[in-house]
């Protein structure tokens, strides 16, 4: 099962980005897709989550700013952020969870310039 993860870049402050995670099967498969950042020198944290039954959940950092979505024909989830701010600057991952394993997908650099 592979993850590809992608739609990062820089960006001003305020500005929106949307980031990609294409599976390599259906997303329907596993029981949540979430993404999460890693910001350097700091722990890795979960932005937002959707499960299968499409419920979602959010950091509250990131609440009525970012939004996950998904395209089951696709295979893949969205992260849409907007009003980025500087804090916002961290490598992005998505990861699939089963009731076997999670699956890491590599991630993608975001950079919000203030």
């Known amino acids: 099962v592979q993850l590809q993860a992608s739609g990062g870049g820089l960006v001003q402050a305020g500005g929106s980005l949307r980031l990609s995670c294409a599976a390599s099967?259906?997303?329907?498969?596993?029981?949540?897709v979430g993404w999460y950042r890693q910001a350097p020198g700091m722990e890795r944290e979960l932005v937002a989550g959707?499960?299968?039954?499409?419920?979602?959940n959010y950091a509250d950092s990131v609440k009525g700013r970012f939004t996950i979505s998904r395209d089951n024909v696709k295979r893949t989830v969205y992260l849409q952020m907007n009003s980025l701010r500087p804090d916002g600057t961290a490598v992005y991952h998505c990861?699939?969870?089963?009731?076997?394993?999670?699956?890491w997908g590599q991630g993608t650099e975001v950079t919000v310039s203030s």
């Open positions: 990861k699939g969870i089963t009731i076997i394993k999670d699956y």
């Open positions: 099967r259906s997303i329907l498969s596993f029981n949540t």
């Open positions: 959707i499960t299968r039954n499409g419920s979602t």
